[in-house]
């Protein structure tokens, strides 16, 4: 089955610093998603990818989406204590048909910001 | 205010004992989707459901079951609980897909259940 890669599994930055995290597929993806969870609390949708070479930004966050549509990644500029929290990917299948709607997560990153 | 409910939100259980987590969302959304999450192991799918009647398995189904009989709720039932049940669950809700992409997934706070 699918598999989506996700690293580094623990990154620790000063505040300040930048901040990347990387998601790879076994299979070629349909759209890619990114969360965001907060110690103690749910994942919160951030935005989904769904075109190749797809780069779209949110403030000091920019997501992109591989050209092959295999992989993705997030990167933080000048990180901030609120950003602490772990980063998930979840890809959903390309021809995996209409409404499958079967989701893979990344198993996550989890960003420590020292003040 | 736009929301996901789980309750309950704590559970210890024995095993054996069958128990019902209940999820529900009050946007009228079509697609539901019961995920668990496990330290080292991040989230995984459990079963999701596009419409009313309408589920389909996930990644990790075994041992559990669940019904879309109303299009706002989307209960997750475990009908003989065992030890490696044991984890944090998340309901998650999302309105008709724009293929190919999503709608924002809205989670709920998640049931934490114990199995003995």
């Known amino acids: 089955g699918q598999q989506v890669m996700q690293i580094p599994q623990y990154q620790h930055v000063q505040e300040g610093e930048d901040f990347t995290t990387y998601c790879n597929s076994s299979t070629t993806l349909s759209n890619i998603q990114w969360y965001k969870q907060r110690p103690g609390g749910h994942p919160v949708f951030l935005i989904q990818?769904?075109?190749?070479?797809e780069v779209k930004k949110q403030k000091r966050l920019t997501f992109q989406f591989g050209e092959a549509k295999k992989n993705s990644s997030l990167h933080i500029t000048a990180t901030q204590t609120t950003d602490v929290g772990t980063y998930f990917c979840a890809g959903e299948e390309k021809g995996s048909g209409a409404g499958s709607y079967q989701l893979t997560f990344g198993k996550g990153t989890k960003l420590s910001v020292i003040p | 205010e736009a929301q996901v409910t789980q309750n309950p939100r704590y559970l210890i259980t024995v095993t054996g004992k069958k128990l019902t987590v209940t999820c529900s969302q009050n946007?009228?959304?079509?697609?539901m989707s019961w995920y668990r999450q496990d330290p080292g192991l991040g989230l995984r799918q459990i079963y999701y459901s596009m419409n009313v009647e309408v589920t389909d398995k996930g990644d990790v189904p075994e041992g559990y079951k669940v019904s879309r009989k109303e299009k706002r709720n989307f209960p997750l039932i475990l009908e003989s609980p065992s030890p490696n049940q044991t984890s944090l669950y998340f309901c998650?809700?999302?309105?008709?897909?724009?293929?190919?992409?999503?709608?924002?997934?809205?989670f709920g706070p998640g049931t934490r259940l114990l199995v003995l």
């Open positions: 946007m009228n959304h079509e697609y």
């Open positions: 998650a809700s999302s309105p008709r897909l724009a293929l190919p992409g999503w709608e924002t997934q809205y």
């Open positions: 990818l769904v075109k190749s070479g």
